[in-house]
Nanobody, 124 residues
C-alpha cells in the first residue's frame, strides 16, 4: 500500500488542523493505521492508532483528549483531527500502515508502510 499524507501547515497555539492520509493499492481494510511524529532533534514518537474497523483507537498521553483519529474505509482515508494545538506538537507527522494483524500497536517497528510526512508548525 502507498500512503500520501497532507494537511500540515502553520497554526497558532490553541488552533486546529486536520491531517489526512490517502492510501492506494492493497486491501485497505486489512491494515491497522497509525500516526507518528518526529520533532527536530528528537526520535519519532507514537501519536495514535486505529484498527481496521475503526472501533479501537489508542492515543499517546500527550495528545489524548485533543487529537482524534478516524478512518473512512470506503475512501481509503485515515484522518487526524488535532485540536488545542501546542508549540510542542510541532513536528513532521507521518501516517503508517500495519499489515497482518488487527491489533493496534504503538511501536513504529510494527508498521511496514509509511507516508512521506507532512510538517505541522505551531506558533506560540
Amino acid at each position: 500500500v502507498q500512503l500520501q499524507a497532507s494537511g500540515g501547515g502553520l497554526v497558532q497555539a490553541g488552533g486546529s488542523l486536520r491531517l489526512s492520509c490517502s492510501a492506494s493499492g492493497g486491501p485497505f481494510t486489512n491494515y491497522v493505521l497509525g500516526w507518528f511524529r518526529q520533532a527536530p532533534g528528537k526520535e519519532r514518537e507514537f501519536v495514535g492508532t486505529i484498527n481496521s474497523s475503526g472501533v479501537r483507537k489508542e492515543y499517546a498521553d500527550s495528545v489524548k483528549g485533543r487529537f482524534i483519529i478516524s478512518r473512512d474505509n470506503a475512501k481509503k482515508l485515515v484522518n487526524l483531527q488535532m485540536n488545542s494545538l501546542k508549540a510542542e506538537d510541532t513536528a513532521v507527522y507521518y501516517c503508517a500502515a500495519r499489515y497482518g494483524s488487527n491489533f493496534c500497536s504503538r511501536d513504529s517497528r510494527e508498521y511496514g508502510f509509511w507516508g512521506q510526512g507532512t510538517l505541522v508548525t505551531v506558533s506560540s
